[in-house]
């Protein structure tokens, strides 16, 4: 059985059984059989069904952006955000799909050569929870669109967040086994990855994750996408404006709780202007208060899950007696709920959690650099390769930098990295492989196919 609880209260929601391996084996059956259909019906079919999917968000916006405050304690504000970012995405999409799918002529000895892009088959995604609709969309959307069909997996926690998604589909009247939510435990997915029936896999998570499905997915010869952790940087050059710097690091960092992957979690400040820095960001960061995230106001609601704070608050604690400083927060509030406090530490090092791993909450870990040279090094001294962030007021420089000196997938000058629908997003390193959004990201789980005619 699969329980969810109430984040901002530890109150039990509902609970939801487990699919059975027939009833996996079932819904198989029918995403594998609705594909041979799925794929002939005209590219302007598929948009009429996208489109009325986009007037349901529009419509039920705040009821699912309740059900997604209930489920993972996003502030209300943001879940509907989040569902308005959604509608776009789909909107952005069906604008662009004809576009992205048009075979490539290329100029040979032949009478016609050309690139033509086929859907695959069946997906099986396997989604996070930070984002329980908008991550499932930036994938599904494009990938059904061009003639995929998807399963999917959702974190446990948002297990009614995952059946309200797959519900919209229907309601919008896309056939059955276009997308379905499969209620499994993670001791199910390898025998669905290597499903016959299933083509290609993506899962956006923890590194950890990524090593098992890419292993599993590579044993099966299966296509993989991963969009893993993150410890992104955001270095604050010494002609940085440091109002501005200070003020998009911490409005970034504390949006959902610090629990996104392209937030920037290691702040590597050049000394000029650390104190001033830091001063700015102490400021700004004491104007957050956790609150009832059902509530308009509210701008820090809590963290996902209790193991998730005692993780957290295990990697705090252990970075201070490895020599960090604490500014602010670090402490567990009492009462009820898995909230935890605005946390700023300094005096942050390699070799430290607060370093070295991905801190999945709202902590702001702050770095001194001496120099241009030791604020990059500091930079790409990670495992992780998602998103990096640089501040100066030389935006030259600041674009010239951000090409040849860090090591990520996306990297933003003067502004905070984010998903942006318009742009293809992944990491490199322990951050995985692959893309998603725009042309790149759809054409990762497409068949390249080269037609040539003598």
Known sequence: MINTYNPATGEHLKQY?????????QALDIADEQFKHWRQLPLSNRCQFMSVLCDL???QQMEIAHLITLEMGKP???SIAEIKKCQKLCQYQMNHISEWLKPEIVSTEHSYSAIHYEPLGVLFAIMP?????????????SQVLAGNVVVFKHSPNVTGCALRLASLFEEAGFPQGVLTSLVIDVHQVEAIIHDHRVKGVTLTGSARAGRIVASQAGAALKKVSLEL????ACVVLDDADIQLSAQVSVQARMANAGQICIAPKRCIVMSNVYEKWLSYT??????YRCGNPLEMATTLGPLARQDLRHHLHQQITQSLSGGA???LGGKVPDGRG??????????VSPGLPAFDEELFGPVMSVVRAETKEEAFELANLSEYGLGAVIFTRDSELGRGMAISELEVGTCYVNTAVVSDLRLPIGGIKSSGMGRELSKSGLKEFLNTKVICVR
Not at 17 to 25: F, G, K, L, P
Not at 129 to 141: D, E, G, H, K, L
């Open 338 to 347: 898995f909230f935890y406090p605005p946390t700023l530490l300094t005096n």
């Open 129 to 141: 929870w930070n984002y329980p609709f908008w991550q499932v969309f930036r994938f599904v959307i």
């Open 76 to 78: 209300l504000v943001q």
């Open 325 to 327: 400083e604490l500014l």
């Open 282 to 287: 102490l400021d700004h960061l004491k104007q």
């Open 229 to 232: 952790g993150g410890a992104d």
């Open 57 to 59: 968000l529009d419509k």
């Open 17 to 25: 059984s487990v699919m059975r391996s027939d009833e996996i084996i």
